[in-house]
C-alpha cells in the first residue's frame, strides 16, 4: 500500500542488522500477522471473533489498504451481525471517526433502533447524536425519536424526568442541552395524542412560540405550520414490517434461524422471505378461535409473536410442517423469547426437541408451555398475552 511505500521510504524507515524496524503499537503481532498473509492471497476471518475483526478494520484503514476496507464490513454485516447488535454504541463512536466505514454507518442507519433502544445510547456523543437526528432518512417514528433524546439529555444532565420535580436551574440546563437538537425533531410529523401526552407536558424547555405553532396546529381545522419545517422523514426500506411488537431489524433474525444460520445472519438485503401479517389480537381484544383459523390455516410456514402481560418480554414461534395442524413438529421449528422485546440482544432460542404442543393457549389470552428453561420459559407457567401476531412466511 501507499502507507508502507511512505512508511520503508529513506525519510521515514528505521533499520537494524539491514532490516526495517516498524513499530505499529496499537496493531497486535496477531492481527499485523493476517494483514501480511494478504500478500500471500489468503486472509481468513471465519476463525475470528467480532471485536478482533472490527480491530482488524481498523489497522486496515489506518494501514490504508483500501481493498480490505469493505470485504471485511461485509463480512461484520453478515457473519457478525449478532455483535454489531449487541455492541451499537461503541461501534458507532469507532465509525465516526473512520470516514471509509461507509457500510456500516447505513447498517445502523437502516436499523437506528438498534442504537437507541441500547443502554449505552444514554452516553452518546453529542455530536454524533446531532449527526444521526439530521438525517431524512432515519427509520424510526418521530415520537420514538423525540422520547429517546428526552431519555439522553435527562441521563446527560443528571435529571429526574418529571418536570412537576424541576427547579428554575434544571429546567435551564435541560433548555441549553436540547437547544441545538430541537429544530432538528420533526414536530409537526406527531401525532395529536402523542404531542398532547408526552411532547406538551414538556413545554417548559421548549420555545414558547413552537408550543403556540403546535397548539394551533393540533385544534385549529385545517391550520398548515406558520414556520418553515423539514419535510417527513423517508427511510430507505426495502420492506416495511405490519406489526406492534416487533421492528424490521428482527427479520433478519428470523430468516437465519429458519435457515439453521445461528451463528451467521442475513442482511436486510439478502432475506430470502417475506413476512405477512395474518392475524393480531390486542390485549384489549377477546380471543376468537374462528377468526384466528380463518386467517392462519393452510398459509404453509409461520411464525408467531407476544408479547407477555406485565413485562417487556416477547416470546414466540416457528412452525414449518403446517399452521392449522398443531400437533406436527419438525427438526427445524424453533421457539425463542427475548427478554427485553425491545433489545433484541436479550434473545434465547431453542429448536424443539420434542413432537406435540409446545405452546397451549387457552380461555383467550392464557398460555401454559412445555419445558424449555434455555429460553426462560420454564413448564407449567402460566401467564397472560397483551398482544398477539402471526406472520405467514413466504419463500421469494
Not at 480490505?68 to 463512536?93: G, M, R
Not at 449527526?131 to 420514538?144: P, Y
Not at 425519536?145 to 444532565?157: N, R
Request: proline share 6%; charged share 25%; glycine share 4%.
Amino acid at each position: 500500500s501507499k502507507y508502507f511505500r511512505t512508511a520503508f521510504s529513506n525519510e521515514w524507515a528505521e533499520k537494524k542488522d539491514g532490516k526495517f524496524i516498524f513499530r505499529k503499537p496499537n496493531i497486535s503481532p496477531h492481527l499485523f500477522n493476517i494483514i501480511l498473509s494478504i500478500y500471500c492471497g489468503n486472509i481468513e476471518l471465519k476463525n475470528l471473533q467480532g471485536p478482533d475483526v472490527l480491530k482488524l478494520l481498523i489497522a486496515v484503514d489506518e494501514l490504508n489498504i483500501q481493498q480490505l476496507i469493505p470485504h471485511i464490513q461485509e463480512y461484520l454485516i453478515k457473519h457478525q451481525t449478532e455483535f454489531l447488535y449487541q455492541n451499537p454504541i461503541d461501534i458507532l463512536e469507532i465509525i465516526y471517526q473512520h470516514e471509509t466505514f461507509t457500510d456500516l454507518w447505513n447498517f445502523y442507519l437502516k436499523e437506528p433502533k438498534i442504537l437507541f433502544n441500547s443502554d449505552k445510547f444514554i452516553n452518546l456523543k453529542a455530536p454524533l447524536l446531532e449527526l444521526l437526528l439530521k438525517r431524512d432518512d432515519l427509520n424510526m417514528d418521530e415520537i420514538e425519536i423525540w422520547e429517546s433524546l428526552l431519555k439522553w439529555c435527562f441521563s446527560q444532565q443528571n435529571i429526574n424526568n418529571d418536570p412537576i420535580k424541576w427547579s428554575k436551574d434544571e429546567i435551564t440546563k435541560i433548555e441549553r442541552s436540547l437547544s441545538r437538537f430541537i429544530p432538528l425533531i420533526r414536530f409537526y410529523d406527531i401525532e395529536a395524542r402523542d404531542f398532547f401526552y408526552k411532547v406538551y407536558n414538556y413545554k417548559d424547555i421548549l420555545p414558547q412560540d413552537l408550543i403556540h405553532d403546535l397548539l394551533e396546529f393540533h385544534i385549529v381545522p385545517d391550520m398548515k405550520p406558520k414556520t418553515n419545517v423539514s419535510p417527513p422523514r423517508k427511510p430507505n426500506l426495502k420492506f416495511i414490517l405490519d406489526s406492534i411488537l416487533i421492528h424490521s431489524n428482527y427479520i433478519p433474525l428470523f430468516a437465519s434461524w429458519i435457515d439453521r444460520k445461528v451463528s451467521s445472519h442475513y442482511n436486510n438485503k439478502d432475506i430470502p422471505y417475506d413476512f405477512k401479517l395474518l392475524y393480531h389480537l390486542s390485549g384489549q381484544d377477546e380471543f376468537n378461535a374462528a377468526s384466528f383459523h380463518r386467517n392462519c390455516d393452510n398459509k404453509g410456514p409461520t411464525i408467531w409473536v407476544a408479547k407477555v402481560r406485565g413485562s417487556s418480554q416477547l416470546i414466540g414461534g416457528y412452525n414449518g410442517y403446517n399452521p392449522h395442524d398443531w400437533s406436527g413438529s419438525d427438526s427445524d421449528d424453533f421457539l425463542f423469547s427475548f427478554t427485553n422485546g425491545k433489545n433484541i440482544s436479550t434473545v434465547n432460542l431453542s429448536y424443539i426437541k420434542h413432537p406435540g404442543h409446545d405452546f397451549i393457549w387457552s380461555d383467550g389470552d392464557n398460555v401454559s408451555a412445555n419445558y424449555y428453561p434455555n429460553i426462560d420459559i420454564p413448564s407449567g407457567f402460566n401467564f397472560i398475552l397483551d398482544n398477539y401476531e402471526v406472520f405467514q412466511v413466504i419463500k421469494k
